[in-house]
């Protein structure tokens, strides 16, 4: 059974960076085509794609934020983790972490974790 | 990056009838290789992480009812519910898998008359 679980800050300043841990259980990112991804939504708005680092450690990211984030892996302890710099309150959004097989749907979701930025 | 673009923003249902949603891609999202388009629906129930109820255009994830179908081509594509329940209200997003970065539509909120 896969699950995914997202942790970090609830609350972080203005210009702050955020750090985000996805921890996940039910499979491995050693096995090929494995991948683990962000997607965020602002509160009443839609979803937005940010990243994803797979199995071979390919990263990808979304060309509108990619100067502001990091995702990396830690495949001993099952964690993804995701950092955003300089965070403004047009962040505050609930941060879900995905997996993905290969070019596959998003197929498994963790709960979400809410950040609001504000100072 | 390809938009998606979701009609309509909000669609008032009556249980047992029929629902459709429409999404339109900015670029075409068959992929020559395989054959396959490569469009996805997901469903957010209220309080919920989204849920992914069709993928690769037409087919049902594992548990999602027939009730629901995905249907289209190129450009043009569509999730319909033959008979709609109460839980099926939520808001429903189509995503484009094609290429990088993946993006999704607006969302089309269903909810009961």
């Known amino acids: 059974q896969i699950t995914l679980k997202e942790s970090g800050p609830t609350l972080v300043k203005p210009t702050q960076t955020l750090t985000l841990t996805c921890t996940f259980s039910?499979?491995?990112?050693?096995?090929?085509?494995?991948?683990v991804g962000w997607i965020r939504q602002p509160p009443g708005k839609a979803l937005e794609w940010l990243a994803l680092i797979y199995w071979d450690d390919d990263k990808r990211y979304s060309p509108s934020l990619r100067s502001r984030l990091t995702i990396t892996k830690d495949t001993s302890k099952n964690q993804v983790v995701l950092t955003m710099t300089n965070m403004d309150p047009v962040d505050t959004a609930t941060y879900y972490c995905v997996y993905r097989r290969f070019e596959a749907a998003l197929s498994y979701w963790g709960q979400g974790t809410l950040v609001t930025v504000s100072s | 990056d390809i938009v998606m673009t979701q009609t309509p923003l909000s669609l008032p249902v009556t249980p047992g009838e029929p629902a459709s949603i429409s999404c339109r891609s900015s670029?075409?999202?068959?992929?020559?290789?395989?054959?396959?388009?490569?469009v996805d629906w997901y469903l957010q129930k209220p309080g919920q992480s989204p849920q992914l109820l069709i993928h690769t255009l037409s087919f049902r994830a594992s548990g999602v009812p027939d009730r629901f179908s995905g249907s289209g081509s190129g450009t043009d594509f569509t999730l319909k519910i033959s008979r709609v329940e109460a839980e099926d209200v939520g808001v429903y997003y189509c995503?484009?898998?094609?290429?990088?970065?993946?993006?999704f539509g607006g969302g089309t909120k269903v909810e009961i008359k």
């Open positions: 995503m484009q898998r094609i290429k990088f970065p993946l993006t």
């Open positions: 039910g499979f491995s990112l050693t096995t090929n085509e494995v991948g």
């Open positions: 670029q075409g999202l068959l992929e020559s290789d395989d054959g396959d388009t490569y």
